[in-house]
């Protein structure tokens, strides 16, 4: 009786397959601060608001001016004495040069929406929530600031509170988002880069700190668990991000730890891909 010849293994389209995956620093979440805050640089500068710096004392008088059926309405600055008057009037002039003309956009609530997503991010990638309580928690903030933002409410507030108001102009909002951008930038593609497993068909390479040396681990019994506890910091603020912890096997066994994974659960489908072809070309076939 003539027996059917199995089928050799398919194998692995491409040998010399790498799969590398990086670690990321907590700055790598800090990019809604530096979004929003080029978002409001624009809101500033379409605004078209300036901001006048006068000395203490300064009052506003108000003159009203008749001309048959027209009225117009007439404000000058006036100061409390000759001493800031001088003072007030070498404002005015730098001002008229065009020496001090900050743009600051109106709202008063842009400030204050904006230190509360800093202290939010500052809060989320320091002391880590878990479970759908922090995605809760997060977003009922986020969202009450925006609101009182758009309703006004901030003004309220902190008139309530002794007339306090976080006013942050154009220039101040583009030079943290700029610096923040750069660091942001440097950390994600340059130092974060130094952090990695790589992983080969039956090996993997580890470097576990920027500048340190790199290991070499045999894949064979290899455990690795994916974590994703904070849903806040992994999904929105790290778009899909998670924990990685790889385990190896042997009578040294190692286990080694790469916090914030960008896109970790497909790093892990083509790792397990990766393994599965390996295991295919290593079966040896049967007669």
């Known amino acids: ?25 907590q700055l790598f979440y800090w990019w809604p601060v530096w979004v929003l805050g080029f978002v409001l640089a624009i809101v500033s500068l379409v605004d078209g608001t300036r901001a006048l710096h006068m000395p203490s004392g300064t009052k506003i008088a108000k003159q009203t001016i008749k001309e048959g059926e027209n009225v117009s309405h007439v404000y000058e600055l ?29 709202y008063s609530g842009l400030g204050a929406v904006y230190c509360i997503v800093l202290l939010v991010v500052v809060g989320i990638t320091n002391v880590p929530l878990r479970g759908l309580w922090s995605l809760v928690v997060v977003v009922t903030v986020v969202l009450l600031s925006v609101i009182f933002g758009v309703l006004g409410w901030w003004d309220d507030i902190f008139n309530a509170l002794g007339n306090l108001h976080i006013d942050i102009g154009y220039a101040g909002y583009l030079f943290i988002s700029l610096c923040l951008l750069l660091m942001w930038a440097v950390a994600t593609f340059l130092f974060d880069r130094q952090i990695y497993i790589i992983f080969t068909p039956g090996q993997m390479k580890v470097c576990e700190e920027v500048g340190g040396g790199e290991k070499s681990y045999d894949t064979v019994g290899m455990q690795i668990e994916k974590h994703r506890d904070d849903l806040f910091r992994h999904w929105v603020l790290g778009l899909g991000s998670g924990d990685l912890t ?20 497909r790093k892990l489908k083509q790792i397990e891909e990766m393994q599965r072809e390996k295991a295919t070309i290593e079966t040896p076939a049967s007669s």
């Not at 059917?4 to 491409?14: E, G, H, L």
């Not at 096997?249 to 916090?259: Q, R, V």
């Open 246 to 265: 790889v385990r190896t096997s042997g009578a040294t066994s190692h286990t080694i730890s790469l916090p914030n994974v960008l896109f970790v659960g």
């Open 78 to 106: 006036r100061a409390e004495n000759a001493d800031k008057d001088r003072k007030l009037e070498g404002y005015a002039e730098r001002f008229e040069k065009g020496e001090r003309k900050p743009r600051i956009s109106h």
């Open 1 to 25: 009786m003539a027996s059917a010849t199995p089928a050799a293994p398919i194998p692995s389209k491409n040998p010399n397959k790498e799969i590398a995956i990086y670690s990321h620093s």
